[in-house]
């Protein structure tokens, strides 16, 4: 082993074609099975063709970037500040895999660069319908949750779902029974640096409800 060590140390050349198969292997196991690349979003868009490549061919709903990603294999939804409701009953299905990300401008090029608490960004359900339906591996972090109104779950609904939810609001959402803001059955969602305010139920849990969870 001392041997070709140093005959590594002597020739550069060889030393670089054995070490490329380890990075490359090292790569292999370090990345997110779900990094298949980045899908944007944008209220405004006016893109002709979206394909959620650019800011400039983002798509105008939620539901479309996240079908795209999934779609696609996994990856990123970045969502241009603004208010995203639709006339579907929940306003946004989340799918394995995709990580759904809000708060920013519309000129970032990585995702470092958004300022979630600056580029307020809004899933409003219009007191009509639930705003968000969960699944297992992916991620809603940096959005706003507001007027999402069901008999269970009025803002985020997670059932047999285990989402990951960060830096989001939850407030003014509204459940006929249990859990006005986040409602979760047989599920075990984390939940981290989340404000409930203003969250209303008819039996239980008004700004979130477990069962078995």
């Known amino acids: 082993m ?4 140093a005959r590594v140390k002597d020739n550069p050349r060889r030393r670089t074609r054995l070490l490329h198969p380890l990075l490359a292997v090292a790569l292999l196991f370090t990345a997110p099975a779900w990094a298949a690349g980045v899908f944007r979003v944008d209220g405004t868009s006016s893109a002709v063709a979206p394909d959620g490549q650019s800011w400039t061919t983002a798509y105008k709903t ?3 970037g996240v079908d795209a990603a999934y779609a696609a294999g996994g990856g990123e939804v970045w969502a241009k500040a603004g208010v995203y409701t639709a006339a579907t009953n929940p306003v946004l299905v989340m799918r394995p895999e ?3 990300y809000g708060g920013f401008a519309g000129s970032e090029t990585a995702r470092g660069e958004r ?3 600056a580029n307020v960004t809004v899933i409003d359900g219009a007191n009509a319908r639930r ?3 969960g699944t297992d ?3 809603l972090d940096g959005f706003t949750i507001t007027r999402g109104h069901s008999d269970g779950g009025g803002g985020m609904k997670n059932d047999h ?3 990951t939810v960060s830096n989001c609001v939850f407030t003014q959402n509204s459940a006929v029974s249990f859990g006005g803001g986040m409602y979760n059955a047989l599920s075990s ?3 981290t640096n989340c404000l409930f305010t203003q969250n209303t139920c008819g039996h239980k849990g008004g700004g979130m409800n477990n069962f078995s969870s």
């Open 137 to 139: 591996n992916a991620a």
């Open 62 to 64: 939620l539901q479309a």
């Open 115 to 117: 300022n979630w608490p």
């Open 131 to 133: 705003c968000v339906n």
């Open 189 to 191: 969602p984390t939940v």
């Open 161 to 163: 779902a285990s989402p």
């Open 2 to 5: 001392n041997i070709n060590a």
């Open 98 to 100: 995709v990580s759904l």
